[in-house]
């Protein structure tokens, strides 16, 4: 069943990536890199097969050919307010600027948009298209020049120039298609007009190498500042296509197996709490089973079979309640539900609690509160303190004191005790996971008792609420457990 759902949601994956974002499908896309890899490195100036160039391709086309109509409007009423040639020529340079504009988009249209970058890669004809296009747009403009560069300084040779410094800024637009194309679109527009301003009477001689330096600068300029930046991510673009799509694929493939995961481990996690539920039913039966069999059959006893026997059902009664409580903290991401609670309410709670425990021990259980109200999850703060009580009273020989008090700000909570202490040795582990240190316990009988899980609990449910716990011991004196509170847990 779980392999079932990987396998479809793995299919899924790959059926919603394997179209990239211009298209093509990651098995075409790849073909076209490898080809292109492999391709002389001068066909990148004739023109970059790639997805990426081929959408940019087509947008520039419409760009130019824009301004291509534009400039032969701007022309004619150039022309037609202030005429300098027939009507009759007009009207067939008109002609043929709409003709080659048509021819164009038809050379587009059919040879290189329908093209996937595979197939443009593999078809040299396709990937001339630019140039040929750009073959009838220079012989227009060279013939424009010729046409209307006369040997007068006239209105129309001013729009010519206007016209001129259009189409290069467009032109250049485009030389990250074909580096080669756009070169040749430049030098079709001024070559042909520098020659024409030669034979003019009105221009000094020194403006033809001024405009030159002046047309050089500027598609030197339009190149470096836009056509190089463009220029790498149009020929690399592919290829990072292929690595995001690879990437996208690989995440989906990686939430489907936390899905999965995850389906796996709440069906584990509920097996395993109704596990532990029936288990420890059973074994609660157990416990009420010895100690009633200790009440009928040796109720005076102090030493016998039955009673070390409901002693153990004791203990491990505690070590299951504390091994589940452990595996849940740990499985669990906890979330403090914070909300105010009096620090009195709070050592009231743990009084009681433990009042019968302490006086069947024979230890003094003290409380010394303060007047405090917390910003706390109460459930986790209680069961903190509990198990450092009750850590303590394992250990206490006469006296545990739980004391609370402000200091600097915060609050402090101490749970002291009178016993043995904790050697320096031990103090660096004694949070640590089934840690049980050597401590001798109330009438210097090693005690046993617990799985070393208490004080692991304790740092968990500290570290969730924020904060810190500190310990003071000294061997044969007894030992402090701190709770350090933040001034951001005292209610103002």
């Known amino acids: 069943m779980n392999e079932t759902i990987r396998v479809a949601k793995g299919q899924q994956a790959s059926g919603y990536y394997s179209v990239l974002r211009y298209g093509y499908s990651q098995e075409e896309t790849a073909e076209a890199v490898e080809v292109t890899s492999q391709e002389d490195a001068r066909w990148k100036w004739v023109t970059s097969a790639t997805a990426a160039t081929r959408a940019f391709a087509m947008t520039q086309v419409r760009v130019i050919e824009a301004t291509f109509a534009l ?178 694929e690989a995440n989906m493939a990686l939430e489907a197996l936390q899905a999965d995961v995850a389906t ?48 153990a059902v004791e203990d491990l009664d505690a070590y299951v309640t504390d091994v589940l409580e452990f595996a849940r903290l740990e499985r669990h991401a906890l979330r403090p539900k914070l909300a105010a609670v009096s620090v009195q309410d709070i050592l009231q709670n743990i009084d009681l609690h433990f009042e019968e425990v302490a006086m069947s021990r024979r230890i003094d259980l003290r409380m010394r509160g303060t007047a405090v109200c917390l910003l706390t999850d109460e459930t986790m703060l209680l069961r903190i303190l509990e198990n450092l009580v009750s850590n303590a009273l394992k250990f206490a020989r006469s006296r545990v004191l739980v004391s609370a008090r402000r200091r600097a700000g915060a609050c402090l909570i101490d749970v002291w005790d009178d016993g043995p202490g904790v050697p320096k040795e031990e103090l ?65």
């Open 428 to 492: 660096a582990r004694i949070f640590e996971a089934f840690h049980q240190g050597q401590q001798d316990g109330p009438g210097g009988v090693e005690s046993c008792a617990g799985v070393g899980l208490g004080l692991a609990v304790v740092k968990r449910l500290s570290e969730c609420l924020g904060y810190t716990i500190e310990v003071k011991s000294r061997v044969g004196s007894g030992t402090v457990m701190r709770v350090h509170l933040p001034a951001t847990a005292l209610v103002k």
């Open 264 to 311: 796996e481990l709440e069906a584990r996690s509920s097996f395993f709490n109704g596990a532990s539920h029936d288990f420890r039913q059973r074994l609660h039966a157990i416990k009420l089973l010895a100690h009633s069999s200790q009440l009928q059959f040796s109720p005076g006893a102090t030493d016998s079979p039955l009673k070390r026997l409901a002693a």
């Open 71 to 248: 400039s032969l409007l701007l022309m004619y009423l150039g022309e037609w307010l202030s005429p300098t040639i027939p009507r009759a020529a007009l009207t067939q340079w008109v002609i043929a600027g709409v003709l080659i504009l048509i021819v164009r988009r038809v050379l587009f249209t059919r040879f290189m948009f329908p093209n996937s970058p595979l197939a443009l890669a593999q078809k040299p004809v396709a990937r001339l298209t630019p140039l040929f296009a750009v073959l009838l747009s220079g012989a227009f403009w060279i013939a424009t020049s010729v046409l209307f560069v006369g040997q007068e300084l006239t209105p129309t040779f001013v729009m010519l120039l206007m016209v001129l410094v259009l189409m290069t800024v467009a032109a250049m637009g485009s030389a990250p298609v074909s580096h080669l194309a756009a070169a040749v679109h430049a030098v079709a527009l001024w070559v042909p007009f520098a020659v024409q301003l030669r034979h003019a009477t009105w221009a000094p001689s020194a403006w033809l190498p001024l405009l030159v330096v002046s047309g050089v600068a500027l598609v030197l300029l339009t190149v470096f500042i836009v056509v190089k930046q463009v220029t790498n991510y149009l020929q690399r673009s592919d290829k990072v296509d292929l690595l995001v799509s690879e990437l996208q």
